[in-house]
């Protein structure tokens, strides 16, 4: 395929488990595979060509955790319980009707806030109910504390609601105490060991509700390093025992302006390296051999586009309120029948040039589906390499090396090695250009750049100026100039790597 055909061929500019998370061959249950095949939350490819938006119709919130701060007018940070408006049912059906026939590869729904959608269960499920009367081809998600999950499982599974995520921190009240100060449980409020206990007990018995019911449910775990940090691996063997399909674990973001008590007090988030290592760790057959998501962004309870970018500034409120928006379900279903034909032709790439993105094959894992609920078939991923090395990629999406180092926002790390393209993380950075001219004065950005990258034996962009590449070089990381399907070019330069390196330095960043 010539690099104009994958110009022309790019429909939407734009975690891999070991499993069957965020593979290029989803899991073997048709039904699952049905579910995560266009939502980009719960399949890493799909979140390549897939977008999502969040309405903001849920203000209140049943419970306190000590890194959340919900501010409704934060328009320049990105991070969960963080809004610009709140939005009634009605204008939040407006939006997505218009921000779905303006982004046609927009294809979930999700309510995240900036409370808890259960603890403001008619405005959530108003609005639900509006969107799956006018637009039928969106699937519908929520995000949840989990608190209020037992009182509205069968409400959730009758709406047709595919996909919850529910946030788990701890299993051990213990733990929950230093996470959460109260909770207010049928109008009652809880402090100490006593509020985690009732937190952790009613997300369990929901989180096993939902999976009986057949609903998809990711959890959510916040890393706190020195709280839950070992925590986390006893969490992802529970959550996947009661049917979880994903678990998700993010870094705590703690920036004292943000106004958390977490942020206040100090607490640190983790690195890129200690994420990675948990996740690796809740993974692996040593931990929970557990499905990781490994692609989030942490996103705004109104965040609007593919996950890493917000368009929501493009739908201000002037912009469908008050108006009568056509839904355009023929245009949205031609937009994504043109991903699909160029996420086929990806495969079949990748697949005559034998490379594995850790995708399944045939074999006899089985996965749980809830409670006295039995097991499910899935297929096992195809074997990692012996040696693998880390490389960063500079993307805006569709499965194609195709941004400049410089405007690079983040940059997606790769497992690398021969016939070999994994992903394992996404990093956020500060992008180096801010102009045309403006690249190289930006020192303190490309050495925050650097760090980031340090662990990474290189990065792949479409472009990078002389300054950085010298830098790179200069920090052990080689520069690579490329435009091509991300998994050719990923294995490619991963099995160059290695198989140049002396035998002690194979296996080393």
Request: hydrophobic share 35%; proline share 6%; aromatic share 4%.
């Amino acid at each position: 395929m010539s690099t104009h055909d994958l110009a022309v061929a790019d429909p939407a500019t734009g975690c891999k488990s070991t499993t069957s998370c965020g593979t290029s061959r989803p899991a073997a249950d048709p039904e699952i595979a049905e579910k995560i095949a266009n939502h980009p939350c719960y399949s890493a490819e799909a979140h390549q060509y897939y977008a999502r938006m969040h309405v903001a119709v849920a203000p209140g919130c049943n419970i306190q955790c000590n890194y959340c701060n919900r501010k409704f007018d934060c328009a320049n940070e990105s991070r969960p319980g963080v809004t610009s408006a709140l939005l009634t049912p009605e204008d939040a059906l407006a939006k997505v009707k218009l921000v779905a026939t303006e982004i046609k590869q927009m294809s979930v729904l999700g309510i995240a806030g900036p409370g808890d959608p259960l603890a403001n269960p008619k405005p959530t499920f108003r609005t639900m109910e509006l969107v799956a009367r006018d637009c039928p081809d969106i699937k519908l998600c929520l995000s949840t504390n989990g608190l209020r999950l037992p009182e509205f499982a069968d409400r959730i599974a009758d709406l047709g609601v595919d996909h919850v995520t529910i946030t788990i921190n701890m299993t051990d009240p213990e733990v929950g105490e230093r996470i959460y100060p109260w909770v207010v449980y049928k109008g009652r409020r809880y402090t100490g060991r006593e509020a985690s206990k009732i937190l952790s007990e009613q997300q369990l018995e929901g989180l096993a509700a939902l999976t009986e019911r057949k609903v998809l449910c990711k959890v959510n775990s916040v890393l706190i390093p020195g709280i839950n940090d070992e925590h986390l691996v006893e969490v992802s063997k529970t959550v996947k025992d009661l049917g979880a399909f994903l678990h998700n674990v993010m870094p705590l973001v703690s920036a004292p302006e943000h106004g958390t008590h977490f942020g206040l007090t100090g607490q640190r988030g983790p690195s890129p390296q200690e994420l990675k290592l948990l996740q690796d760790r809740c993974e692996e057959h040593d931990g929970a051999e557990m499905n990781m998501m490994r692609h989030c962004r942490q996103c705004r309870s109104d965040a609007v586009g593919l996950l890493g970018e917000d368009r929501g500034d493009e739908f201000s409120p002037e912009t469908y309120q008050g108006r009568e928006i056509v839904y355009d379900l023929a245009g949205r279903q031609a937009a994504h029948e043109e991903i699909e034909r160029w996420r086929s032709e990806v495969a079949a790439t990748r697949d005559t040039l034998n490379i594995s993105t850790g995708a399944p094959v045939p074999g006899s894992r089985t996965l749980p589906t809830g409670p006295g609920a039995g097991l499910v078939q899935v297929e096992v991923a195809a074997a990692r390499p012996a040696e693998t090395v880390l490389v960063a990629v500079a993307t805006k999406g569709s499965g194609v090396v195709n941004q400049h180092f410089g405007h690079a926002g983040e940059f997606w790390i790769y497992e690398a090695g021969p016939g070999w393209a994994r992903l394992v993380q996404t990093r956020d950075v500060d992008r180096y250009c801010t102009g045309p001219s403006e690249c190289d004065e930006e020192e303190s950005k490309l050495d925050r750049t650097l760090e980031m990258l340090a662990d990474c034996a290189a990065v792949l962009c479409s472009k990078i100026g002389p300054a950085p590449k010298e830098a790179l070089a200069e920090a052990g990381i080689e520069p690579v100039e490329i435009y091509d399907l991300i998994d050719k070019a990923v294995a490619e330069v991963g099995g160059r790597i290695i198989a140049n390196r002396a035998p002690a330095e194979v296996g080393t960043p």
